[in-house]
């Protein structure tokens, strides 16, 4: 696999404001704390999360997926709030 940098910007042009997510709906507020990381994997959100824990995303509920490692002095549970 080869990366290519190309910079979409001439030079000296002016950014403008990103409003895309300004209207984003929220959900599972407040249930997913310590997120880490964000996959997509066939269409289906993935999040590795704070104490080596991976979940899929559903638009009402997390799921428990795998949990990697070993707890590191806190509980790892604590961080979901199924």
Known sequence: MKFVYRDSLKPYQK???????NNAERVLEGQLVGAEAFAVHKGQL???????????????????????????????????NF
């Open 46 to 80: 993935y999040a590795g999360l704070h104490g080596g824990n991976v979940v899929k995303i559903l638009p009402n509920k997390i799921t428990p997926v795998v949990k990697t490692g070993k707890d590191c002095g806190m509980l790892a549970s604590s961080l979901l």
């Open 15 to 21: 950014l403008t404001p990103d409003t895309t997510l």
